[in-house]
């Protein structure tokens, strides 16, 4: 079975640009989290989808939004990118939402801002 | 809020020797622990998990005993590879409205010949 597959692997933006980043879960999964992994750094929670609709925000600037689509693939949108915003985004799914259900990671995508 | 601390590293060992990367949490209620490993340039692949008090996660060669006394997630594994290096990461899961991971800083090993 296919596992987390997220588009593109990489990305290099200027600042001020706009970035769509694109997942797909495990086939069968309704939950789609995003997380920003800054480098040396433990991936931070940015996002949480559950049967499309937004389950949990985390502590991100509104310039980071996202949506599950009827297939339960997702999109991460940023607006003005910032330098800071450089990192490796992962996305994971899920079963569902209890905490004993694991969180499978894809790839990631790796942004880099100029 | 809740948290997870782990041991700072980078950690070195040689091979066959006996790891322990500590890990403790600060959480509400009954988290999930786990353990989830980075290989370079690559996303993370779930290791382990413990969802209640006193579990034992395995896999691997690798253990970790969820300890509700001492709030801690230990990483043990008796005799490490070459193939073993890589970041390691412990988080938790509260579930239901806060049901994202909260992870730890990683703690980086890497095991010489």
């Known amino acids: 079975d296919a596992g987390v597959t997220q588009s593109p692997t990489h990305l290099i933006k200027t600042r001020g640009q706009h970035v769509t980043l694109r997942c797909s879960p495990i086939s069968g999964h309704k939950s789609v989290s995003w997380y920003q992994q800054v480098l040396g750094q433990g991936p931070q929670f940015i996002f949480q989808y559950y049967e499309k609709e937004e389950r949990g925000r985390g502590n991100f600037p509104d310039r980071f939004s996202a949506r599950q689509f009827p297939n339960y693939s997702s999109e991460l949108n940023v607006n003005a990118l910032l330098l800071g915003d450089s990192a490796l985004y992962l996305c994971?799914?899920?079963?569902?939402?209890?905490?004993?259900?694991?969180?499978?990671f894809g790839p990631g995508t790796r942004l880099t801002v100029t | 809020g809740d948290s997870v601390t782990q041991m700072e590293g980078p950690v070195t060992l040689s091979e066959e020797a006996f790891l322990t990367i500590n890990c403790t949490y600060t959480?509400?209620?009954?988290?999930?622990l786990f353990w989830y490993v980075q290989y370079p340039g690559e996303g993370l692949q779930l290791l382990l998990k413990a969802t209640k008090a006193d579990d034992k996660g395995s896999n691997k060669g690798f253990e970790a005993t969820y300890r509700k006394e001492t709030t801690s997630f230990h990483l043990e594994k008796g005799s490490v590879q070459v193939s073993d290096s890589a970041v390691y990461f412990c988080a938790l899961n509260r579930g239901g409205s806060q049901g994202n991971l909260i992870f730890g800083k990683g703690t980086k090993l890497s095991v010489k010949p």
């Open positions: 994971a799914s899920s079963l569902r939402l209890d905490s004993f259900y694991e969180q499978y």
């Open positions: 959480a509400t209620g009954y988290p999930s």
